[in-house]
């Protein structure tokens, strides 16, 4: 295993540089992707070793071996990691299991998924801070997007979004701050899309043909915003 760590950065191990993922399913391995792709060095390890050869090369370092067993966790030094995602639902027993360990060996953040809500409340007693439940969130974004005239939809927390929507051409022109957003709709402007690209909005912004903003504040303040644009596009 000496081989294996010496492919991590020494001075980035214990940062969110370096991030290992237990687990390669769908979930697993899109995560691992997306991590690699923005450039963290990502250790991938799962028990099947058709999964690992299939990814090798396109992490840092991928490992076929079962994560259950304590001394896997010591050999490949996940005590070293500041951040181990534990991406295995469908097996909850072997979920528990490694997680527990992770643990207790004193990784610092440990982030789990849960398949569903008993098996979160689970990671939670554990005491894992960080439960990810990919279908839930998922399934709650889409069905605020269906039910509204949201383009998109991300929950910051519970009862607080951000939401991206197109703005109708009554609000063109006019200076961000005259619009009174906030007190008349309850809702902020972060940012605007122009021409493919985002910028930050200010209280001078003008809005253009084709503007998209991100719009964020109270879930339901930010859907009866997005309904009452929608509105006003459609009168246009």
Known sequence: MARLRSLFDPTAVGSPASIAVIGLG???TA??????EHGTEVLGIDSDADVVHDLNGRLTAVVAGDATRPE????LGLADFDRVVVAISSDVTASILVTSQLLRVGVAQVWAKAGDERHALILEQLGVTHVVRPEADMGRRVAHMVRGALEDFT???PGYVTARLQMPA???AVPLRELRLQLQHG???????RDGTWVLANPETRFEPGDTVLVHGPTGKVEAFAAAMAKQRAAR
């Open 31 to 36: 995560l691992a992707l997306e991590l690699a």
């Open 170 to 172: 009554s609000l063109e």
């Open 26 to 28: 769908r979930f697993g």
């Open 155 to 157: 929950e910051i927390e």
């Open 72 to 75: 896997l966790i010591g050999q």
């Open 187 to 193: 809702v902020g402007i972060g940012a605007v899309k």
